[in-house]
């Protein structure tokens, strides 16, 4: 091997080496059987890596990765947030990273509180005091709490509700689940201040509503201003109100659900409270209802009785919907975040996310279009690349992807589908102001090159190992598995 200074860094996914050896097992201590020879394989071919290859391989390929640990992560609806380490200073104490989901309640009091008091804490943020820890999504949160509405009605003996009326801004999952619960979506229009029409959803609702679903803040970034409004007619209606709280940075400590006319809500622990997510999570979404929605939830629910904690099945429960006790070690966090924000300074959260994500916006408004430019922006805001398309020929993708060359994480791109060349991006509270100010010198850089050198934007990003991927065929046709070379084994033919 032939060694040049400032060579490009290889990007070598194959790393076998035949005879190499990464781990030695110990001499055997008991007689040596041979193996039945039916369980003899010859065509694995697995890779034969040294230890330190491995270890270097895998620290290669974690450094060309992009993290919240490294820097602003604006994925719009998201929520990137910083995850305090604090969290994972308490999910390694024995009680909670040992504890088995088996044992018996009288010996799991101390986790069982921890649950008990997350419920407690979930219920009055959100105003909806009977609370599920089950969920393990956002998207299975939505699922349990159209499924008790479902209930709800059924239990009543309304047995003519087959309709779901959803903005036309919604998260791809609130049809999807609607449609998993056997409902027929109704979509509902936005007006032109990013409100819901209201005469629209006049139209659209009847006695054969069974929820309206929606997010508030909407995936515009914006407050629902006619949100009580919208609740009575649905309720007028017979129809129950859920609200996606997925991300309750905006409002948390400042305004609640339950307050606002919403019958059930779920919230994501990974988004809001501060879990780490991405790369598959493990999530947790619990689902908040009103009191009398209780007896649906699904089971177990932790209940308090004097001093004692045990596991309860609400009476009409809609049944189980995850195994054991959720995703126990994202509760754990979530409570460590919370309790160390306390009561007092959870809206904190609301007002720097709400400031920052203004900031940001007031930084880049006059060089990129808001979609809705005459409100002020929650804890999010939503761009429109319209512009730039027909006076560059540059599209949002080519803005995202030349984002990434200036070291940053490019945001949520083509999402609310309601907006054309959409960019949706949210800082998070957890961003200083000069990390803000850089990430804006970068997008308003990249504006100016729009301008001069879209051919640049065009073949972005440049300082990345690959390019452009084929998103598309990365979806549809993943490659899940190791698939070695057939390299032929120098020892089998010696
Ligand atoms: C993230 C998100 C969801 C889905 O949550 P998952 O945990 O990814 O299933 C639903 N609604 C909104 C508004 C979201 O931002």
Redesign the pocket.
């Known amino acids: 091997m032939s060694i040049t200074a400032n060579k490009p860094e290889p990007l070598l996914y194959e790393q076998s080496n035949p005879g190499s050896i990464g781990y030695a097992l110990p001499e055997s201590d008991v007689p040596h059987t041979p193996l039945p020879a039916h369980l003899m394989r010859a065509d694995l071919n697995l890779p034969e890596v040294a230890e330190v290859d491995v270890v270097r391989h895998f620290t290669r390929l974690s450094q060309k990765n992009y993290c919240v640990d490294l820097g602003i992560y604006p994925l719009g ?3 990137m947030k910083y995850n305090p380490k604090m969290n994972e200073d308490a999910i390694q104490l024995t009680g909670m990273s040992q504890v088995h989901p088996m044992q018996p309640p009288e010996t799991a009091q101390g986790v069982m509180q921890l649950m008990y008091e997350l419920q407690e804490y979930l219920g009055e943020i959100s105003g909806l005091p009977a609370v599920t820890l089950q969920p ?7 699922l349990v709490g159209i499924l008790v509405i479902r209930a709800y009605h059924l239990k009543r003996g309304d047995t003519g509700r087959s309709e779901v009326l959803i903005p036309d801004s ?5 049809p999807a689940t609607s449609a998993m619960a056997g409902y027929r979506v109704v979509e509902v229009k936005s007006d032109a201040r990013g409100n819901m029409d209201l005469d629209d959803l006049r139209s659209k609702v009847s006695d054969k509503t069974a929820a309206i679903m929606f ?1 508030n803040p909407n ?1 515009l970034g914006l407050f629902e201003e006619h949100v009580r409004e919208v609740n009575k007619i649905v309720h007028d209606a017979g129809g129950l109100v859920y609200g ?4 309750l940075n905006a409002i948390i400590g400042i305004a609640r659900p339950g307050d606002l006319g919403f019958d059930v809500i ?1 919230s ?1 622990l ?2 809001t409270f501060s879990v780490p ?1 991405g790369g598959g ?1 493990p ?3 619990p689902v908040m209802a009103r009191p009398d929605l209780a007896e649906f939830l699904p089971t177990p629910i932790v209940s308090k009785k004097g001093d004692v904690y045990a596991f309860e099945t609400p009476t009409n429960t809609i049944g189980r919907i995850k195994s054991f006790w959720g995703n126990f070690l994202a509760l754990v966090r979530a409570y460590t975040y919370i309790r160390s924000y306390g009561k007092e300074h959870l809206r904190e959260i609301a007002e720097i996310s709400v400031l920052n994500a203004n900031y940001l916006l007031a930084l880049v408004r006059d060089v990129y279009d808001p979609q809705v430019p005459e409100r002020t922006c929650k804890h999010e805001f939503v761009l429109n690349g319209t512009r730039f398309k027909k006076e560059y020929g540059v599209n949002t993708l080519d803005v995202a992807k030349r984002i990434i060359d200036y070291g940053f994480y490019p945001p949520t791109i083509y999402f609310p589908l309601i907006v054309p060349e959409c960019l949706m991006i949210e800082p998070t509270e957890t961003q200083s102001k000069a990390s803000l100010d850089e990430f804006a010198a970068a997008l308003l850089k990249i504006a100016e090159e729009a301008r001069t050198d879209p051919q640049l934007l065009h073949n972005a990003p440049h300082n990345t190992p690959v390019t452009r991927l084929d998103d598309v065929k990365a979806a549809r046709e993943p490659v899940l598995n190791y698939k070695p070379p057939q390299i032929p084994d120098q020892r089998k033919a010696a």
Do not use: F, L, R, V
């Open positions: 609806s998201c929520t393990a999504a956002g998207a299975q949160g939505e919604a998260h791809g999952t609130n997010t995936t996606d709280g997925a991300n779920h994501n990974h988004k997510h999570g999530g947790s979404g």
